[in-house]
């Protein structure tokens, strides 16, 4: 295993449109977290999985925002009714708990361009 | 809610070269740790260096060092021998302690663009 993966890496869609992205986490990481990143800002959480239930979700995560991890393994992160704002870098990293050591391992990104 | 400021958009150093990169913080929280992540250019971010913050020495990893105060809500990383592979956006970053189960999320600063020059 070398790491976290993410699916697409681009992706390119109208406006209005619904756009699915999948993120892999490192096998035995339980937790997975979901980050949005754009143009000259840092990563902006977005919400965060341990196992397969989802925890806690941003405010930034809108109703058109919908995240899964149906079997605690991959998660996929779904954008309803695309709109232009919603251009950005969506990140995804896991970790492990090991008690305070906690460190989190980010995938490459997604990077989506809504036209 | 915390926040993280990096006030240096942008820096650069010449290639063998020692360089500072600035971090503040803004925190209720007594019990958190602070992070210093590297984002090259187009790819993944990785983690450089961690400091808890109930330690009260510094954190180093190899050619990479913090100045963590915490009194003064900073955390500086010190970058020494500067390599060009060190060009790359730099990320602060603050996680509050949790209770088991609770999420760890990250809160990052704006970030620092670093290149180092030949």
């Known amino acids: 295993d070398t790491g976290v993966s993410q699916n697409p890496r681009h992706k390119i869609t109208k406006r209005g449109q619904n756009v699915t992205f999948r993120c892999d986490p490192i096998s035995e990481h339980n937790r997975l977290y979901w980050y949005r990143q754009t143009l000259g800002q840092g990563p902006e959480f977005l919400t965060y999985?341990?196992?397969?239930?989802?925890?806690?979700k941003s405010r930034l995560l809108s109703d058109r925002f919908s995240a899964e991890r149906p079997k605690g393994s991959f998660s996929t992160l779904e954008i309803q009714r695309t709109e232009q704002g919603d251009s950005a870098m969506y990140l995804c990293a896991s970790s492990l708990p090991q008690g305070g050591r906690e460190t989190q391992y980010f995938g490459p990104g997604t990077r989506l361009l809504v036209l | 809610a915390q926040t993280v400021t990096q006030s240096q958009p942008e820096m650069s150093v010449q290639e063998a070269e020692t360089v500072t990169l600035s971090c503040t913080y803004d925190t209720s929280e007594n019990n958190y740790y602070l992070f210093w992540y590297k984002q090259p250019p187009s790819r993944q971010m990785i983690l450089v260096i961690r400091?808890?913050?109930?330690?009260?020495q510094n954190a180093t990893e190899n050619r990479f060092s913090v100045n963590f105060q915490k009194a003064a809500k900073s955390f500086s990383l010190k970058i020494s021998d500067s390599q060009l592979g060190d060009t790359a956006m730099y990320f602060c970053?603050?996680?509050?302690?949790?209770?088991?189960?609770?999420?760890?999320?990250?809160?990052f600063g704006k970030g620092t663009k670093l290149t180092v020059n030949p």
């Open positions: 970053a603050f996680m509050k302690h949790v209770m088991r189960g609770g999420s760890e999320k990250l809160v």
């Open positions: 400091q808890e913050a109930y330690k009260q």
């Open positions: 999985f341990q196992n397969e239930a989802q925890l806690e």
